[in-house]
């Protein structure tokens, strides 16, 4: 069956420094992944997206890389700040029309001052 | 602020029963997501509707059901509430039909049934 896979255990990390999260997908071909950050108690805030033919996608202090052939998406934060703590969630999704987004169980960040 | 509107933010009712949850998404937006989302399961979908029509059905109990209004708002119907379905309910809207779409959130419903 369809898996996503992200570290449920918190990642802990020095303002300052590189966050990396980690989203591994089994049996899924997905068109285009997209990563969301969510703070407690409130919906899912869009972030990135990249498509399954783009290897690398930037925007501010955020890059998400995508490698079909390992079936895995990298999402870093570089220059991290306590403001950058929450839950990042990474969905995926096929191409062709209508389709379900799938979500991961997300990864908690925290970045300590 | 993501301009989808979801009511009530809280909901409080007993086993047995049944409730309504409400969702206005995006002004111009045609598609509309249901997730429900509990601590240990994650955000878990539960139905597309896409200008009035459903596109897209993920794991969602035949107590549930849901649709979508020609106004384009939709209700989602929980009915014979057990313990189990108390968790937060997302609702997202979308605008293009299916192709590299970002969802919008609104703040959600948390339900408890007790």
């Known amino acids: 069956s369809q898996k996503i896979e992200q570290n449920s255990e918190a990642l802990n990390i020095q303002e300052g420094k590189t966050a990396t999260l980690t989203c591994n997908y089994t049996?899924?071909?997905?068109?285009?992944l997209q990563w969301y950050r969510q703070d407690p108690g409130r919906g899912p805030v869009f972030l990135l997206l990249i498509r399954e033919n783009e290897k690398e996608k930037r925007k501010e202090r955020l890059k998400v890389t995508f490698d079909t052939t390992l079936k895995q998406s990298l999402f870093h934060i570089t220059a991290s700040q306590p403001a950058d703590s929450a839950t990042y969630l990474c969905a995926l999704a096929r191409s062709g029309g209508y389709q379900k987004v799938t979500f991961g169980i997300g990864t908690k960040l925290q970045v300590i001052p | 602020d993501s301009g989808v509107t979801q009511t009530p933010k809280h909901l409080i009712t007993a086993t047995g029963q049944r409730v309504t949850l409400r969702c206005s998404p995006r002004s111009g937006d045609l598609s509309v997501y249901w997730y429900q989302q509990s601590l240990d399961q994650g955000l878990q979908f539960l139905i597309q509707y896409y200008n009035g029509e459903e596109r897209a059905k993920g794991n969602i109990l035949e107590r549930f059901s849901a649709q979508q209004f020609p106004d384009l708002h939709s209700e989602l119907n929980l009915s014979s509430l057990e313990l189990g379905d108390s968790a937060l309910y997302f609702c997202a809207s979308s605008g293009r039909q299916g192709r590299d779409e970002k969802l919008f959130f609104g703040s959600g419903t948390q339900l408890s049934v007790l």
């Open positions: 049996n899924y071909s997905p068109a285009y």
